[in-house]
């Protein structure tokens, strides 16, 4: 049973307006959520965290929405770019998990159309 | 460059054959892991070493078989593996926060 999941697998949306990618988790012991991005014949790589105890982090275009409660968090691209083409993967880990092990969700392939 | 280089980038064994995947990482890290990424599932972890023990084995066949020989260093040893472990396989490693897992660009294999 997935732990972790993104239930929309694609997401097109026109340069300059807001991406908005959801992302759901059942295991209440996840205490930190994270988002990468995937390029194509490249490994994902490191976009923004959240910690628990935190309800929104943001990093320039980016900002991440944690509502534990519904055990979802979101994360929103504004304006939106075509170099932000890719997909985007949810992760969450759980304190004390042996090697920081990450659980991660299908994906959410985007596109942005210039 | 990443800091974690895989190796090789493609690769196409039959289901008889013996092959290793390599990555490597110089990034001071102390955990290294194996996911695999087959087409329209979710990186499935399997398998984490930490501080070069391995510390997790996500219920991977055995044919499958990690080593860790240092802390720079981890192989995935492939043995009569069947079509469906067709996938892209990705090693990363983190320090102690979770989001300084780095991944590497992944081996695509094709098992024929």
């Known amino acids: 049973d997935q732990q972790v999941k993104q239930n929309s697998p694609s997401l097109s949306v026109q340069e300059g307006r807001i991406s908005i990618l959801n992302c759901d988790y059942t295991?209440?012991?996840?205490?930190?959520f994270l988002w990468y991005k995937k390029y194509p014949a490249e490994g994902p790589t490191f976009l923004i965290s959240?910690?628990?105890?935190?309800d929104k982090n943001e990093d320039g275009r980016f900002t991440v929405f944690l509502n534990k409660s519904a055990k979802h968090l979101s994360l929103h691209i504004v304006p939106s770019q075509p170099g932000d083409s890719a997909v985007y993967f949810c992760?969450?880990?759980?304190?004390?998990?042996?090697?920081?092990?990450?659980?991660f969700g299908g994906g959410t392939r985007v596109l942005v159309k210039p | 460059e990443t800091g974690v280089t895989q190796t090789p980038r493609h690769l196409v064994m039959g289901m008889t054959n013996k092959k290793s995947l390599k990555c490597e990482q110089h990034?001071?890290?102390?955990?290294m892991y194996w996911y695999k990424q087959s087409a329209k599932k979710p990186l499935e972890l399997m398998f984490v070493?930490?501080?070069?023990?391995?510390?997790e084995n996500n219920s991977v066949p055995s044919r499958f078989s990690p080593e860790c020989p240092n802390s720079s260093h981890l192989f995935l040893h492939l043995h009569t593996l069947q079509p469906e472990d067709s996938a892209l396989y990705l090693c990363?490693?983190?320090?102690?926060?979770?989001?300084?897992?780095?991944f590497g660009s992944g081996t695509r294999l094709t098992v024929v």
């Open positions: 295991n209440s012991m996840f205490d930190y």
């Open positions: 990034l001071g890290h102390n955990a």
């Open positions: 990363a490693s983190s320090q102690d926060r979770a989001d300084g897992y780095t």
């Open positions: 992760a969450a880990s759980a304190f004390g998990a042996a090697g920081n092990k990450l659980t």
């Open positions: 070493y930490s501080l070069e023990e391995r510390v």
């Open positions: 959240i910690s628990s105890i935190k």
